[in-house]
Each structure stands twice: as C-alpha cells, then as structure tokens.
C-alpha cells in the first residue's frame, strides 16, 4: 500500500490509547467553556426573537427600553451595515433581520443590561410592529409555483426558467446512458423519500463574551468551530480590520458542525461598541433550537435498476432540500454522495436548494450526505429483498473501488469500502439469528474528507519538552493525535508533548474544524513542523561536532552521526540538545504552514439489529455494529468514539428527532423534553470495527474520521425496521406513530 | 490541452459539452481559461470550485500543477462539518 517518502510501518506512539489531555480538567469542572467566561463590569445580552415564521417589519420603537434603568445598548439591524455580498449579507441578516423576519425565532433586535433580569425587561419594552406575511415549510410544498416566497431574486444562473422563486440553485452529476441501464434491468424500484430537518443537539448552547475598547480593539471569547471563521466574519460585518479582532475559542460542549458560523458573537460585539463595556450572551435551549442551524429537510426520489443476479444497471436520484430561509449549497454534496458507494455505468444525480421559512442550515457531519445515501441504500435493500439477494452480497458485487470512476466525476485512488464489506460479511453479527418480529438493516455509506489551510508551531523547550500550538478547537480528540503524532516523529515519550489551541492573534490562519480535516491536516502540519526542528536540531549538533550537517541523521529521538565516515560521537537526545540551545543559537522551534490536499475519501458500513414493539410502534435497537476505514488510527479510542458518536446521531435522526412545525409556521419542540435524542438507556454498546486501509496522501496514512458514520445509520435503521415489520418505510423519522400508522394502513 | 469534466448543471454554459478542453499548466490558469471562454461558468467559479485532479480533490490550490494526461474534473467547492 503506497504510502509516500516518509513511510512508517512500525509506531511506537502512534495507534496507542494515552489518557485524554482534557479529561481531569472535564471530568471536575474546570474547563472552560463558552459561558464560564466573565469580565469586570460584564453586561448580560439578550435578543429579542420574531414571533412570526414570515413577517414584514413595518416598525422597531426602542425608545422604551433604552429609558429603562441598567439598559446601556439596544441595537437592531441598523446598527450594521449592508453587505455587498450576497454571503456575507446572509450572514448579518440571519444575526439580525432586516426589513423582514424569515423564520420563527429570527432575531430583530437585542440589549445589553445590568442584570438579566432588567434585559428580560427591556426586551418586553421594544415595539415591534410586523405585517404578518403567507409562509411555507415544507420543501415540496415550497417548490410549488404558488407557494409564498421566502426571498425573492435569489436564484442562482443555475436555475431553469420557470421553477419557483423559492429555487435557488440546481445541480446535477453523473455519467452513462441511463435508458440504456434501465432497459437492461431485470427490475427497476422507484420510490420517494422525506427526511425531517434535526439538530446537531450540541450540549453546550452558543455562548460568547465580547469586549470592544474606544479605541476600537476588540476581544471576543465564543465557543466555536473555527476562531478564525469567527474573526473573518465579525470584523465584516462591524467593519473592523482582522488584526484589531481577537478571538479566543473556548472548551467545545459539541459542534458537529453547528458551530461553524456565527448567530450571537456580532450581536455581542455591537453591543460591546454601543455600551462601552464587555457584554456576554448565553443562548437558551429554545434559541438553540429556533435559531441556530438545523441540518436540511429533504425530500428524495430513487429510481434503481438492478439484474436477477444483483448487477445495478442504472441509479438516478432527484434530491429536493431547504437549507431555510437563506441559500445553502448542501444539496452540492447530497447530490454527489448519493450513489458514491457503488460502480456504476449509468448514474444521475439532480438537485435542488428550495427556501422555506425555516432557521438557516448549518453544516451537520457529512452535511447532505446521510439524506441522499439512506434514500439509494433503501432502494438498494428493497431490490435486494424482492430479488431474494443477500445485501452484502449486492453490495460487494457492485462496491466501488480503486480505478472506479465515481458518481460525481473523479476516478477513485486506493479506498477501503470492499475491505469494510467484506469485514461485516464476516463478522459474527451478520450470521446471528434473530428472533420473530426482530429486523436487520445493513447500508454503506460514504464522506469526502478534505485538508484545507493550516498553520502549526512546535516549540522545543529547555527541559526537553515539547509544545504545540495550533488553531483548531479539538471537537474530537486532536490534541492527543496531534501530540502523539509529534511524539511519533520527534522520537520521543508522548507524556512530554503538550498541544494547545492558540487565539486567533497567535498563530496564522487555520480553516474550520471541520470536513473531518483535523488529525489529517493538523497532523500532517505537526509532522512537517517536527521534521522543521529536527532539521535545526541536527544543524546545531553538526556544528558542535564540527562535521556537516548532512552528516547528521535523527533516529530515536537523537542526533546520531550519519556512519563511521561522519566520525565517532555519542548520540544527543532531544532533550541534551534542548539543554544547550541558547549556547547553540537560541531557541529551537519548528513551524509549517500549507493547503493541505489528499485527505482521502472514507467509507463505513453499519450492521443493526432492531425489534418493533407493534402495540406502541416504539423501535428497540438491539445490536449495532460499525465498520469503518479509518486509514491508520492514530489513537483508536477516539476513533471508536467517533464511530460510535456517528451511529447515536444517526438513530436519533433515524428514529425520533426532528423539526416539527405547526400551521403557523412555528417550532413546536424547542427542548430536549420534545425533541427526543437518543439517551444511554435507548441503545446498546456501539460495536467498532476499524479498518486500516493507509490514505497515500499522508505519511502515516491518516484519513478523516468524524463525519462518515452519521451517514449509514439512516437506511440501516430504516431498512431493519422495514424488514422487521414487514413493510417498507420511506419517512424519517420513524417515530412510534408513524410506524403505528403504517402498520395500521397495512391492516 | 487538458480535458476538463464539467459536472452536469454547468453543461448549459459549456454548449452542453461534458468536457472541454483548455490549454493550462495549473488550477488557476484553467480557471481563467475556463471562465473566459465559457463566461456562463464565471459566477460558480466565484462563488467557489474544487478541482479533482486524478482523483485528489484540491481546494483554492492556484498553483496546483496539471499536467495534459492527469483526469481533470470541476467539483462544487468542498464543505463540511
């Protein structure tokens, strides 16, 4: 298996399981996260919310609440400018509506008091007067060309004459003669799907401090994703120049890519200009769910041909998603994932992103690909049970594989889906027997992975210990890959490598944490920057050896001469080169900044056995298994929790979450007591299997990890609950009354 | 010559041609090319693009060099979560 110059075949850090760098400091309390950070003289923010799914604002009267005692700011969409971009302007108008109120929850104005209580106050004093206007939010209804139009003048070039205004953009991949397939199928299932609009349901709720000086410097301290996405954002959007912004990001409570914008820290930050003094907003578990993003609601038709023996002939998909009330580009990657796990000679993908009056979408783990996969991967499953076909067996003749030309373009390198298959079909669970009443559902799945701009410091320290700063709040575990990685190359115990995640003032930029690109590219970054001080390292101990620094080769954690021609010295650790490093020219330190590319696409496979009680239609899931190519794992604990954190998000979404809207357009369940994710008690242990299938394009063979395993689990549970019950289910969620009401229409 | 793979909605700004063929040595040189021939592809480029380049995708990567045999294929601009 082709790994590049640097090969390494033998670890002695990395694939090992050290403790948690994090975990005393999270296990009693004292990290830090969003809200724990305060100020002297700190005001409390508050926002004040749209009653309305769809409304023109035909007045904001502040007057009254700017009167009231302990009130120092009020501030509306008149306290930012207007973008000219159409991005950015998004953005701002999702922080704080203009002209008019595009979903339930969307903000119009906020304050800054004393107390919460005097801003609880203040808020109830701001008279807003609204024209209430027709609003939709369901995607199908939205396409309709009567439907009310969420944003007029919004669609991309992209879009064909004569679809609705709530169309935005189309996309369509794909190759092959589709007629063809089709008429060489010896059956053809066609069906339609709907997914409901869920939340990452991140414990830790949005939450910053801002503080701007008269002098227009500011500080800004937030729970987020990407400090740096933060920065670039907020000084846009409050005309500030990058360098005169300062973000630090705290402890992350979850992301899950729901913390990869800004909803609260511009308002924060206004209102630190307007008042003069630092101003901390907390966002409630209502505001959660109303106004950050939710992932897309979808609504899918699957059309497959497939012969007697198991061949799919032909795959075409038309993929509908709202991204709510603003544009989102999600259904790019639904429409590309689709029909990724499979070779095909005819496949099309055609999409669209329709607005609703629904919060804005945000990225959530393999953004648009769990929609579109569980809709192929239940046709697929029903293909193969009308054709009395095993389901791995299909999978396996038709899996893409290195030399595959996939469904969206690219021809594949070296992947790991045959390998993760044919790891299920031997594993144990497949072969298990289930009991009457009980259904197993199997489905593939896929991500792309990406790199992306990253920039890391290693500090060699005068005791021989090493520090890391780089600039990724770890949502997953990176500090110890990233410190172990670098223990790895540097030779060295991994206990003596601390990594810590630098402010936005400390160290240049870094992209997101996000695409699962963290231990791929941080990682790859850390080793560059380890070989940076190796090299000086090497340089100073030539120079004190009096040879050439060619001459000088680092093995296990020391200086060594090159041969016997470079003469004999005693090899110098690290740590003895540490020692005399202001003698030898000062401090040592490694740096390495780049676009990282080759992240290497990741494929899972997840086994589910499940058991329908037909009396309340409640889902008990009794066994779950993940398979997953992780490339190497360089610490296999977290690569676990990532696969077993994938599979839970996706039985919430297969099962019980979702986005419930009433006739007026409002969320009805904007808490954790109506909105229901999976609890320990729902589900058994998670079983990992991890394949080790090295990406080429990094030297230890790292791929991406993080968002791959949401992506099965939709068309597993849907397809062991179809089998189960004797019946095919096309609706997510499953819920006890929708599987009730499908049982009961079958009677 | 490279042969560049256009995925299906932009097909309407290539006179409906699944590839094309431009003369580039790099990312940004084949973005250039391709928007000034085709200026119906102008406004996704700027909205964003990524580039398969036999098989690795690349965001941003201007300088990213392309040689005339490499499969070269235009993606939507990667994001994730």
């Known amino acids: 298996m082709a790994l590049d110059s640097n090969n390494k075949r033998v670890f002695k850090v990395v694939g090992t399981r050290p403790p948690r760098p994090d975990g005393i400091e999270k296990v009693t309390g004292r990290a830090l996260y969003g809200a724990d950070v305060s100020a002297p003289g700190m005001l409390v923010g508050r926002i004040l919310r749209s009653p309305h799914a769809h409304a023109a604002i035909l007045s904001i009267d502040t007057s009254a609440a700017e009167a009231l005692a302990g009130v120092k700011a009020v501030i509306t969409a008149q306290d930012f400018a207007v973008q000219d971009d159409s991005a950015l302007r998004d953005v701002q108008e999702n922080c704080m509506a203009r002209g008019k109120v595009l979903y339930d929850g969307h903000a119009v104005a906020a304050v800054a008091a004393l107390t919460p209580a005097i801003a609880k106050a203040a808020l109830k004093l701001i008279k807003v007067t609204y024209k209430a206007l027709p609003h939709v939010t369901d995607v199908d209804v939205a396409m309709r060309p009567d439907a009310p139009v969420v944003q007029a003048g919004r669609s991309f070039e992209n879009v064909p004459a004569g679809m609705a205004e709530n169309v935005t953009s189309q996309c369509e991949f794909g190759h092959g003669d589709l007629a063809a397939g089709f008429a060489a199928a010896a059956l053809i299932v066609e069906r339609s799907f709907t997914t409901a609009a869920v939340h990452q349901g991140y414990i830790e709720p949005q939450a910053c401090l801002a503080s701007m000086t008269a002098d227009g410097k500011a500080d800004l301290w937030c729970c987020t994703q990407g400090q740096y996405h933060v920065r670039a954002l907020c000084a846009a959007l409050l005309g500030m120049e990058a360098s005169q912004l300062r973000v630090t990001a705290s402890e992350i409570g979850g992301g899950f890519g729901g913390k990869t914008t800004v909803f609260i820290e511009p308002v924060a930050l206004a209102l630190s200009r307007k008042s003069g003094k630092p101003v901390k907003i907390v966002m409630t578990r209502d505001e959660v769910f109303k106004a950050t993003g939710p992932t897309v609601s979808s609504s899918i038709d699957v059309k497959i041909g497939m012969t007697k023996d198991g061949r799919i002939t032909a795959g075409e998909a038309h993929l509908r998603y709202s991204g709510g009330a603003f544009h989102c580009g999600t259904i790019d990657m639904g429409a590309q994932a689709a029909f990724a796990a499979y070779d095909l000679q005819a496949v099309r993908t055609l999409g669209w992103n329709v607005l609703t009056n629904r919060p804005k979408e945000v990225a959530y783990r393999a953004p648009g690909a769990p929609q579109a996969i569980y809709a192929v991967e239940s046709v697929v499953d029903e293909l193969c049970q009308k054709l009395g076909l095993d389901p791995l067996d299909v999978r396996l003749k038709n899996a893409a594989r290195k030399g595959t030309k996939s469904s969206y373009g690219p021809t594949f390198d070296d992947i790991g889906l045959m390998a993760t298959l044919e790891a299920a079909k031997a594993h144990p669970h497949y072969t298990a027997p289930l009991a009457p009443g009980q259904g197993r559902g199997l489905s593939a799945g896929f991500w792309f992975n990406f790199g992306g701009n990253t920039c890391v410091s290693l500090n060699i320290n005068t005791d021989g210990t090493v520090g890391i700063t780089e600039g990724n709040p770890d949502i997953g575990g990176s500090r110890a890959a990233i410190s172990q990685m670098a223990a790895e190359e540097l030779g060295i115990p991994y206990e003596k490598v601390r990594t810590i995640i630098a402010d936005t003032s400390s160290l240049g930029h870094n992209d997101i944490t996000d695409g699962s690109r963290v231990t791929f590219a941080v990682g790859l970054a850390t080793i560059k920057a380890a070989q940076d001080a190796i090299q000086k390292m090497c340089a100073r101990v030539a120079t004190l050896w009096e040879i050439d620094a060619e001459a000088v080769v680092w093995e296990d954690g020391c200086a060594k001469p090159s041969g016997p021609n470079a003469g004999q010295f005693p090899p110098m650790t690290l740590a003895e080169i540490a020692a005399i490093s202001f003698n030898t020219g000062g401090p040592i330190a490694g740096h390495h900044e780049f676009n990282a590319d080759g992240a290497g696409v990741s494929f899972g496979v997840h086994l589910v056995d499940v058991e329908v009680d037909r009396e309340t239609g409640a889902t008990k899931v009794l066994r779950y298994t993940v398979f997953q190519d992780a490339g190497k794992a360089v610490h296999p604990s977290y690569v676990e929790g990532q696969m077993q954190g994938g599979a839970v998000q996706g039985i919430g979404w297969a099962l019980n979450e979702e986005y419930i809207y009433g006739e007026d357009g409002r969320l009805q369940n904007a808490g954790f007591l109506d909105y229901r994710v999976p609890v320990a008690s729902d589900l058994p242990n998670i079983e990992t299997v991890i394949l080790e299938i090295p990406n080429p394009g990094h030297p230890y063979g790292v791929r991406g990890v993080g968002e791959t395993p949401i992506v099965p689990p939709l068309a597993a549970l849907s397809n062991a609950v179809s089998r189960a019950i004797g019946l095919r289910m096309n609706r997510l969620p499953m819920s006890p009354p929708r599987i009730l009401a499908a049982l009961s229409a079958k009677r | ?81």
């Not at chain 2, 010559?1 to 580039?24: C, H, K, P, Y």
């Not at chain 2, 690795?56 to 990213?64: L, V």
């Open chain 2, 1 to 81: 010559m490279v042969a560049v793979t256009i995925w299906g909605s932009l097909r309407a700004f290539t006179d409906g041609r699944a590839q094309v063929e431009v003369e580039a040595r790099n990312f940004k040189e084949l973005l250039d090319v391709l928007a000034q021939t085709y200026p119906g592809l102008k406004p996704q480029i700027t909205r964003g693009v990524s580039l398969a380049l036999d098989g690795r995708i690349y965001r941003e990567a201007w300088f990213t060099k392309i040689r005339s045999d490499s499969e070269v294929v235009l993606m939507p601009y990667m994001a994730g979560g």
